[in-house]
């Protein structure tokens, strides 16, 4: 029997799978059982919308379905949780099985803590990832940097160091380190990411450590829950997926890998948060990077953090409508309700039409306060220290007594005004 910690090499028994998948077919496999079981009412997946820079979230109940999302879009950047608490429901009445990211896993327990998604309800098979590529910047950088027409390629992949694309006539692949330099490569949230491997899901999937006979061929699978364990154990008894114990070299070259992706992601901190400087320097430039917003909205409704019904930066009492530039409170506000939980998935950057880096402000801001209070968003159910405050108690309290001390009565309980 399976069980938590058990590292393993996994290959679809599936003549149809077998044909589509990459690496061994295992993640595509265990959801074909998760649904013919019952295990999941339905699966959310990605899939190739009109092309390989279009990825489409599709919810699948038939199993035969699922042969369409195998494979993988680094050109895709969607995140999967908002989704589910918009469109579905939050699984409040259905059980769902969905393929996370290291953002994913930690923007599903973001929302979990705060009750807007049951975990219970919910199975993810986590793939490792070191990164995404913006579609639009995608295109440019195949045209520029590869001499290739991007409306030719039908394959891309991320693969030791290199962008590879497959095309017609040929195939070419260029160093990351090459590309990022050149502004092209990952998504700058992307590259500062430090959830390379995501072990809050209940399987931790990926082509990393895959060495030998089964190098190309399996997927390593990481046993991270007894959700999972007993996944993969139905699956395999009933015939549709293989496994072995993964190679020890496998394991020592996984770890590697994994710790040069870690070291990589810090470089990258360290980089794009000392070129935003520090104290009045840092906040005079945020000021004037955003000052181009033009109040859409989209930053507050792809967050996984937001979720209000009643967001104060509607108040005009705090934000004046109709107004341009937008009140730098706008942001200021954004600032004190997600930046200790942001989980830089970078969605606010991805779709800002005025190209504020939106993430990279956050991001910088949730790393300061977590050396602070110690909270490191994303990895456990512990709550923020702004989630031990009740709002509408909050808010009464200082439209009463005037104050602007919104910690108070968390830090010294005994005051009363």
Known sequence: MTKKGDMLYAWTNDADIQKKAELGGAVTTLWKYALESKTVDAVLAVTKGVDLYDAKPVVITDPKDLVKTAG?????TLLMPKLIKKYLGGTHHTKIGVTVKGCDAMAFYELAKRKQLDLDRIIMIGVNCGGSVSPVLARKMITDKFGVDPNTVHKEEIDKGQFIIEYEGGHKGISMDELEEAGYGRRANCRRCKMKVPRQADLACGN???IGPRAGKATFVEVCSEKGANLLDGAVKKGILATEPANPKGLEIRGKVEGAMLKLGEKWRKKDFEGLGAGKDRLKKIMSETSRCMKCYQ???QCPICYCVD????NPVYVP???LPVSFMFHLIRYAHIADSCVNCGQ?????PSEIPNALFMHAQQVELEKMFGHIPGVSMELPL????EEKQERARLANTGSDMIYENVFNPVVKK
Do not use: Q, R
């Open 72 to 76: 993988s879009l680094h050109c895709g």
């Open 208 to 210: 990393w450590g895959v």
């Open 299 to 301: 930053c507050i409704e």
């Open 311 to 314: 967001c104060t930066t509607k």
């Open 321 to 323: 409508p109709g107004e």
């Open 348 to 352: 606010c950057e991805e779709v800002c």
């Open 386 to 389: 702004m989630a031990f405050v």
